[in-house]
């Protein structure tokens, strides 16, 4: 689930592959939410943010990682054609306080300038999709609101009198998989493959988690999931049940995390050239491509799968990923997860310096191409002229024209920067296209800096470093019956100040935004509100740190109102809540010149699923030739699946 499990296709090898590293430290980024009252020895800090088709793909399966097997063409929908701020500051690890001044400057200088493409948004999908267009040679200039990249990816920080050094909190994504190896199926690894460019990686063994039966402390992986958890928690054939599952499940992971790489899907005809590439990975399907379409429940059902506990367990993980349980969730997403899961010598990596270091490889590899990535860009319209897209006019007034323009914004804030009238196919696709698709629920965020004293320094068996609190089974989805947490400074002790942690407690898209929103947040209603979603959240982390309120010395809290303002997501929502085999629209619009990626858009929500957006995205823009080029500098791997 987008940031919550943000898994991306198997792993090669265990060991890390580090890289050169120079962390992003922007000066005051505002990404942090809305602030509660702090622990015992805290103080209390306000803080507020406050070549083209002429048809426009309708829908794609909703099936993440299965998009390839399924087969783009065949499975997609199509409709008619005829259907923020004053300074903008350029992206550099360290140097953003000179470059304000240095680009304020240069915004008075230039009114109007020209670039082959403008992203507009620099969430994983919009530097996805720049990364790879600049690797292909586009003049690309990426246009952000925010003080920070990264989008719902991205980090902040702040400090604390008297304490020297910055506490780093990860607003979003906390869990990865798939990534440190040289050579691996991950769609993330294979575009930092493509800019040349990438995170150094911590790897670790192990995820926590309290169920109702209890804690189920494991490492991730085949033997401690059947030694130590099925004979605890299973019934008296839990085994026989796992591996019957796990037999029938592994042909198709193997189709998936072997199989072509979702970096060869372009929507045109030339699929069929980037496809050839690839002819010697394809694979059979047992039952047929169909099969990762259906919902996992269908597939556990025809896996005589009964044991309450598997069934709970492949529940939890399903939520995780895409924020339904297994009914929902597509099998090809399940087939991948568990795949990488639970094959031998499996692990979870960590990028070294948090999300700032994910999001701040992309933006290397952006700006090594010449490309740009500029902040506190807000875009105020997309230009019309001629029939086609032409550019963009910001809210400081300056023009940018370019050929093509992405949004990596949500569909509804996308649909807001069309002048009424200057496109009336594109706004007629905007206005019917995602009707008939459900919000997902928003999330009231807790994050914490706390004293280290007498706590272990580092994640461990007797502390892993993240870990889910799921309070009952009967209704994953209902509020305030999960919690996920991350104390990443167990893994990168460079994240807290020496002798403190950080910790990031959230619903994982289960807080009903009607509760919170028309409350004015001035008022004693919203601040007794704020205060229960905080003291629920207080008990998740107790669980692993009992004494909590006594160590903590720097509080924040975030409600969904807190969310929509950070992320300009309309009713703070995580995204659209798409059940298997329901399918999202594609990435061209019927506007010439006008795409679309993001989590508005195919395969949907969660970290591999939009960086595959944005990557389809820009294969969209590219000729085939150029994406034949583009394809060649990704590793050829190869996932051994043995269990």
């Not at 556990?300 to 924020?323: S, Y």
């Not at 992320?567 to 019927?590: D, F, I, W």
């Amino acid at each position: 689930m987008d940031g919550i499990l943000a898994l991306s296709r198997p792993r090669a090898a265990q060991s890390s592959q580090p890289r050169s590293l120079t962390r992003c430290r922007p000066p005051r980024p505002v990404a942090a939410p809305s602030h509660g009252a702090l622990g015992r020895r805290g103080a209390k800090r306000e803080h507020r943010e406050s070549s083209e088709d002429s048809r426009a793909p309708r829908a794609f399966p909703a099936i993440g990682l299965g998009l390839v097997s399924v087969g783009l063409g065949v499975a997609a929908r199509r409709v008619p054609a005829k259907y923020r701020e004053a300074k903008t500051l350029h992206w550099a690890p360290r140097q953003l306080h000179c470059l304000q001044a240095a680009a304020s400057k240069e915004a008075a200088e230039v009114a109007e300038s020209e670039v082959d493409v403008v992203v507009i948004g620099s969430g994983l999908a919009g530097l996805t999709c720049a990364g790879v267009l600049a690797a292909a040679g586009k003049s690309v200039t990426v246009l952000e609101s925010h003080y920070v990249p990264g989008g719902a990816a991205h980090t902040f920080r702040r400090r604390v009198k008297g304490i020297e050094g910055d506490f780093c909190f990860d607003s979003g994504p906390s869990l990865y998989g798939g990534l440190s190896g040289e050579r691996t199926s991950s769609p993330l690894k294979h575009v930092y493959q493509i800019v040349g460019e990438e995170p150094e990686w911590i790897t670790y063994d192990r995820w926590n988690a309290f169920i109702p039966e209890g804690e189920a402390n494991a490492a991730i992986g085949y033997e401690e999931f059947v030694t130590k958890l099925l004979p605890r928690f299973g019934g008296p054939d839990a085994a026989q049940q796992w591996e019957r599952l796990m037999k029938r499940i592994i042909p198709m992971a193997d189709a998936i995390c072997n199989g072509p790489p979702p970096s060869f899907v372009r929507e045109d005809l030339g699929v069929a050239a980037t496809l050839a590439r690839y002819l010697t990975k394809l694979k059979s399907i047992p039952g047929g491509p169909q099969k990762l379409s259906e919902p996992f429940s269908q597939f556990l059902e025809d896996a005589q799968v009964t044991d309450p506990f598997i069934k709970n367990w492949m529940d939890m993980f399903a939520f995780l990923l895409q924020g339904l349980p297994s009914y929902g969730a597509p099998t090809s997403m399940m087939a991948y997860m568990m795949g990488d899961m639970y094959k031998k010598n499996t692990c979870l990596d960590f990028p070294k310096g948090g999300n700032e270091a994910l999001v701040g490889a992309l933006v290397r590899g952006v700006e090594k191409h010449a490309g740009q990535v500029l902040l506190k860009a807000h875009v105020e319209e997309v230009l019309v002229e001629g029939g086609r897209a032409a550019g963009v006019r910001l809210k400081d007034g300056r023009i940018i024209r370019a050929q093509t323009i992405v949004s990596n914004a949500d569909w509804q804030i996308t649909k807001s920067l069309i002048k009424p009238g200057s496109a009336p196919e594109l706004e007629e696709y905007l206005k019917v296209t995602w009707k008939e698709y459900r919000l997902l629920k928003s999330f009231i965020h807790l994050h914490l800096g706390f004293r280290g004293d007498g706590l272990p320094t580092q994640h461990c068996e007797e502390f892993p470093a993240q870990w889910g609190v799921f309070n009952s089974w009967s209704d994953l989805e209902a509020p305030r019956n999960a919690v996920l947490v991350s104390c990443p400074s167990m893994l990168d002790p460079d994240l807290a100040p020496p002798g403190h942690h950080v910790v990031h407690a959230y619903t994982p898209a289960t807080e009903p935004w009607e509760e919170w929103a028309d409350l004015d947040e001035k008022s004693s209603e919203y601040k007794a509100k704020k205060r229960e979603a905080r003291d629920f959240l207080y008990s998740a982390v107790a669980k692993q740190v009992p004494d909590l309120e006594e160590r903590v010395v720097l509080e924040l809290v975030g409600t969904p109102r807190t969310h929509r303002r950070f992320l300009r997501k309309p009713a703070g929502t995580y995204g659209l809540r798409v059940q298997a085999p329901e399918m999202l629209p594609g990435h061209k619009t019927p506007l010439e010149g006008f795409h679309m990626c993001g989590d508005s858009t195919a395969p949907g929500i969660g970290v591999p699923a939009v960086v595959m957006s944005g990557h389809i995205c820009a294969n969209n823009i590219l000729s085939v030739p150029e994406h034949w080029q583009i394809l060649d500098r990704i590793k050829d791997w190869t996932t051994e699946l043995e269990i």
